[in-house]
């Protein structure tokens, strides 16, 4: 057997096992997991000792170049993947989410046009916020070329946001083509009561934040959507939940035969309500917002529990102008955070250095879940023979500063900024190349390609 590269000495991490072996790579894939000192001689051999070997991370939530309101984040693939690809992200998946009077096919393939100009693979949701007699045809289009999830938002009204009547007809359509919808779900009444509330009381401003969109429209939300998927046996799957309750509803609909999936995000996982308070309260404005302290040690204990099925990032790449041209006033500022290449590192210092997450479960949560539930595994989210050698060689033990100057998001700061964490990637390889080394972009050729999706 042949062998492009290898990487030896190594402790590989899968979802579900973790030993040492030396990874084979050949022809851009994995092609054997050898017992240690067994793998044939290669033309390039990459020394992991003391070394984590991970499949890359699979980010099923990126916002990349998205415009949402008056404003429009500051990167774009070449950008958002070079981020990615330093915080050991080796495939993200982006949305599609078409402007009002667009449709939702020409907004997706054209997003997907871009996938090449990226330093490593992606795939894309598509967006449905009207329901017409065109959408079931789009729809199916969109699944047969590969775009089967489809993301829907409760909330937004006037922009993005789709009534009750419109999620069914999409779920419906999607389930029996093999897609899912992929909701945001936070109602819109709660929200736009709270909102003027806190107007009416000169509460408006990022300082306030939490207050305008409280836990009970997530869960209140998600409520309905679980009934309606319930009710046409369709599988469904949950966007950036900030809440342990909104999972606990997610994880009981699960029980009772639904398919349904969580998705949590590093911040919320991380960060809390208290950002608010601080010097730059509008840097966290992100919806949902970041909950209390509290709410963020009951979510962070579903990771251990299993009822948190994936950790995306909702990667929003703004920067301290376009946050702080519309901070006097909530519903007018961009909201979202950066995150893409955070997502892993903040999580595994968190969670697995400090909280004993096995690493196994940061792998499902991080790299082989958002795999699964996008439909692209076993090709990503593995090291399995057959799947494509995107790798993180993860130094479990290095200790670093985060801070804006020293990341590579098209953005002036981090809502991590100062943090001190445990454990970063160090080598990461996309297609059996080595493109970061010892932290270092050393191959930056655009070879990116859009991931066809398998039915979910």
Known sequence: MKADVVVRGGTVVEANWSGPADVVIAGGRVTA???????????????????????GGVDPHCHVGFTSGDFTSLDDYRRCTTAAVHGGTTTIVD???????????????????????????????????????????????LVADGMPTVKMFTTYRGETMADEDTVLRTMKTLAALGGMVVVHCEADHIIGDAQQRGADAGRIGAPHMA????GLAETASVAEILAIAESVDAPVYFVHQSTAEAVELVAAARRRGVRAFSETVAHHLVLDDSAYRGDHPERFVCCPPLRSADQVRALGRH????????????HCCYDTAQKESRSTDVRAMPNGLPGVETRLPVIFSDYVAHRGLPATRFVELTSANPARTNGLYPRKGTLLPGADADIAIWDPSAKWQVTAASLHMATDYTPYEGMTLTGRPRTVLVGGRVII????????????????????
Not at 114 to 120: D, I, Y
Not at 303 to 314: A, K, P, R
């Open 33 to 55: 997991l050898a017992a240690p000192g067994t793998a044939p001689p290669a033309a390039t051999v990459i020394d992991a000792s003391g070394h984590l070997v991970m499949a």
């Open 303 to 314: 990771l251990f529990t299993g009822e948190v099925t994936t950790i995306g990032s909702d």
């Open 437 to 456: 080394d010892d932290g270092t972009l050393t191959d930056p050729t655009p070879q990116g390609r859009h991931l066809k999706a398998t039915p979910i």
């Open 95 to 141: 949305f599609a989410i078409p402007r009002p009077g667009e449709n939702p096919a020409d907004v997706a393939y054209a997003q997907r046009a871009k996938a090449a100009e990226g330093l490593c693979d992606s795939a894309l949701h598509a967006c449905v916020v009207q329901w017409d007699d065109t959408v079931p045809d789009q729809l199916a289009s």
């Open 211 to 214: 207050a305008t969109r409280p």
